[in-house]
């Protein structure tokens, strides 16, 4: 028997029968990977008592696919109109504790102009990398998000970075 902690329209915290904390998520999630011509568009994003560097990400809606929710994402993040979306693979945040639907998202931004930032959320910034200056922020420790790092990985993997 589990004991549910909290609960909310996104997730359910519990600790199994065996004593162990557990998270599910409800809907499952989204990293959207935005890149315009040959560099990629990372935001700064406040996350309690710190500012991450990441690619724009969220929980999906009840019945929404992932493909949609990235729009929606990026749609509320940045103002940005996605094109040429495909899945890139599946994420998982920490398989020992969460039980999550992750995908990441390639996209194509065409128009910068329309940007907004959404800063209700804790969005700061967004600025526009490009393949070497990403890696020098890897390098460097300013990536650290853990969403952010996978999704570039399978950048590289499949040469889009």
Do not use: W
Request: charged share 30%; hydrophobic share 40%; proline share 1%.
């Amino acid at each position: 028997m589990e004991n549910k902690i909290f609960e909310n329209q996104y997730i359910c915290v519990m600790v199994s029968a065996d004593g162990y904390l557990r998270i599910a998520q409800k809907n499952g999630g989204v990293v959207i990977a935005p890149s315009y011509n040959d560099s990629y568009i990372l935001i700064k994003h406040s996350r309690g008592d710190e500012v991450l560097l990441e690619f724009p990400r969220g929980f999906l809606e009840s019945g929404e696919s992932h493909l949609e929710g990235g729009e929606r994402e990026l749609k509320e993040e940045l103002n940005f109109v996605a094109q040429d979306m495909e899945v890139l693979g599946d994420l998982r945040t920490d398989s020992g504790l969460i039980s999550d639907n992750v995908r990441a998202i390639r996209c194509t931004i065409k128009n910068l102009d329309t940007l907004m930032v959404q800063t209700e959320e804790g969005v700061l910034s967004c600025d526009i990398y490009s393949r070497d200056e990403i890696i020098n922020a890897v390098r460097e420790n300013r990536i650290k998000d853990n969403f952010t790092l996978s999704v570039l990985m399978l950048l590289i993997a499949k040469d889009y970075i």
